[in-house]
């Protein structure tokens, strides 16, 4: 029997991560991180964000995680996890509301972060029209409770149907807020630190973070201290409609990463 990792070609997962769109997904993820403020202070205390080559550095391991969480074998994917979770437990930030240290593997930090993304690249998908369903939708968050314990979860502690994911945002939501000590995203975007290589894709960040805080819900738009009206939500939408109907335009070769491009193969197997 092939081993095709924690989702497999039956998953809704498979068919959803590979979407160039979902890049906007990504983006839109760590914003809403970012509005944890043990989860942002865990980043911002042990990361040089603005340095080139520890922020490019850490793109590329988290993509690279991904992508293994995504599509590896059972036995790439705990390697993966396993290297993550213990650079987790090794790592602390301090906390000045409460005066106390706290570790990096804390369960509602992690927790908020995964569900954070769980909800992005599902609120995305279906705004860009990936078809999903409501039942797919339900499937899409409840395989993704594998991905929460890859990272060290317990898989019934996280949300497992859409109806859930909100439930548990919507309880969250008092405590979350965007931490005076943390530099402003769209600040950010302005000065992205690329590595030389890539500063060419330079002028096109403040546009994809724009859009990334388009797509979060008005609420999160607030707390970063933005606009946050319908007329946002409708251009977001729209946005990502146009950009998703327009890559489907790109030949399947381009479009679609080597990873996707294997799994497609394989589900049409």
């Known amino acids: 029997m092939s081993d095709h990792g924690i989702f497999g070609p039956r998953s809704v997962t498979w068919r959803v991560m590979g979407e160039p769109i979902l890049l906007v997904g ?32 850490r793109f590329v391991r ?14 790439e994917v705990e390697r993966a996890g396993r290297r993550v979770r213990k650079i987790h437990a090794s790592l602390t930030a301090y906390d000045p509301d409460t005066g106390r240290t706290f570790r990096l593997d804390e369960p509602d930090a992690l927790r908020w972060v995964h569900v954070g993304e769980v909800d992005s690249y599902l609120s995305v998908a ?8 409501d039942d797919e939708a339900d499937t899409f968050v409840a395989e ?20 859930e994911l909100r439930d548990y945002i919507d309880a969250e939501r008092l405590g979350l807020r965007f931490v005076p000590e943390a530099a402003h995203p769209l600040r ?26 388009a797509t979060l819900p008005r609420w999160a738009r607030r707390l970063y201290g933005l606009p946050a009206t319908p007329v946002g939500d409708l251009w977001a939408t729209a946005t990502l409609r ?14 679609y990463s080597p990873a996707a491009r294997r799994a497609h193969r394989i589900m049409a197997a």
Do not use: C, I
């Not at 279906?126 to 369903?133: D, E, F, N, Q, T």
């Open 242 to 255: 146009t950009l998703h109907t327009g890559l489907g335009l790109v030949p399947g070769q381009v479009r």
């Open 188 to 213: 950010l975007s302005l000065n992205a630190p690329l590595p030389r290589l890539l500063t060419p894709l330079k002028p096109a960040m403040p546009a994809l973070t724009l859009l990334a805080f």
């Open 26 to 57: 990504g983006f839109r993820a760590l914003l809403m991180q970012g509005l944890h403020p043990r989860a942002m202070r865990g980043v911002l205390q042990n990361s040089a964000l603005m340095d080139p080559h520890e922020s490019w550095s």
């Open 62 to 75: 988290t993509t690279e995680f991904v992508r293994v969480r995504t599509y590896g074998t059972l036995a």
């Open 144 to 163: 993704w409770r594998r991905a929460a314990e890859v990272v060290g979860l317990d898989p019934q502690d996280v949300p497992g149907s859409v109806g």
């Open 126 to 133: 279906r705004r860009a029209g990936v078809r999903l369903s």
